[in-house]
């Protein structure tokens, strides 16, 4: 059984995540104002682990399997019919672009992020309606 109160936490974590998000997005100047900059990076880490987090916990609690990797959690709930194919392969790019943000920090282009933020930011929203049901 799912522990509703551990995935309504994250949830909420989530949640304000994206709005923080929602907010910075709309900066003009977010790539040249360092400190706001930031925020956005460091945020979009947050969104991205809180749907891991989440997605690991509805797993392991109804016992799926363990995943080994941020990758293997799209796939196993894809597999389990939890999400499509379109939401499995955006989250597993997602994936990816989590593991930039935190190992290639250096070499991060901040367009990059901006245009995260701007085309890719409602993918993390359809994850959080997904998670809703889940519970």
């Known amino acids: ?20 998000l929602d907010e910075l997005k709309l900066d ?4 040249s104002d360092s400190i706001r900059y930031a925020a956005a990076e460091r945020f979009l880490q947050l969104a991205i682990e809180a749907c891991f987090d989440i997605g690991e916990h509805w797993i392991v609690d109804n016992e799926l399997g ?10 196993i709930l894809f597999e389990k019919e939890k999400i499509d194919q379109n ?5 597993m790019t997602m994936a990816g ?6 190992h290639d920090y ?30």
């Open 1 to 20: 059984m799912v522990k509703t109160e551990v995935i309504g936490r994250r949830l909420g974590l989530l949640s304000e995540y994206l709005a923080r």
């Open 28 to 31: 003009s100047n977010l790539i």
């Open 66 to 75: 363990t995943p080994d990797s941020y990758r293997e959690i799209p796939q």
């Open 87 to 91: 939401v499995a392969e955006s989250w």
């Open 97 to 102: 672009f989590r593991n930039v943000l935190v």
């Open 106 to 135: 250096v070499k991060i282009d901040r367009a990059r992020i901006v245009y995260f933020l701007n085309n890719n930011l409602q993918e993390l929203y359809k994850l959080q309606s997904i998670f809703s049901g889940l519970i």
